[in-house]
Nanobody
Framework: EVQLEESGGGLVQPGGSLRLSCTASGFTFSESTMSWVRQAPGKGLEWVSHINRYGTTNYADSVKGRFTTSRDNAKNTLYLQMNSLNPGDTAVYYC?????RGQGTQVTVSS
């Protein structure tokens, strides 16, 4: 059974930073492409980034240059470093493997 658990969300001021983590189990993490997606209040799911088994990353234009996705295969953990946050980044952030995703972690950017 795929299990994904996000952590690291919280309240941050505009311009601030947060680092999200996602611990994974139930599948071969090191061989899997992993994604981050988010859902802002009242909106649908938005793809944020993904990283393949080789460490190659891709980002949505809205976060490119501000967010960095990385992975530690030894720890079965996915990360999302978020810098220069703005109110438009407020959302529940999920890590995903295929169609599976965790319970999410809330990120709120507000002064």
């Amino acid at each position: 059974e795929v299990q994904l658990e996000e952590s690291g969300g919280g309240l941050v001021q505009p311009g601030g930073s947060l680092r999200l983590s996602c611990t994974a189990s139930g599948f071969t993490f090191s061989e899997s492409t992993m994604s981050w997606v988010r859902q802002a209040p009242g909106k649908g799911l938005e793809w944020v980034s993904h990283i393949n088994r080789y460490g190659t990353t891709n980002y949505a234009d809205s976060v490119k240059g501000r967010f960095t996705t990385s992975r530690d295969n030894a720890k079965n953990t996915l990360y999302l470093q978020m810098n220069s946050l703005n109110p438009g980044d407020t959302a529940v952030y999920y890590c995903a493997q295929g169609v599976d995703r965790g319970q999410g972690t809330q990120v709120t950017v507000s002064s």
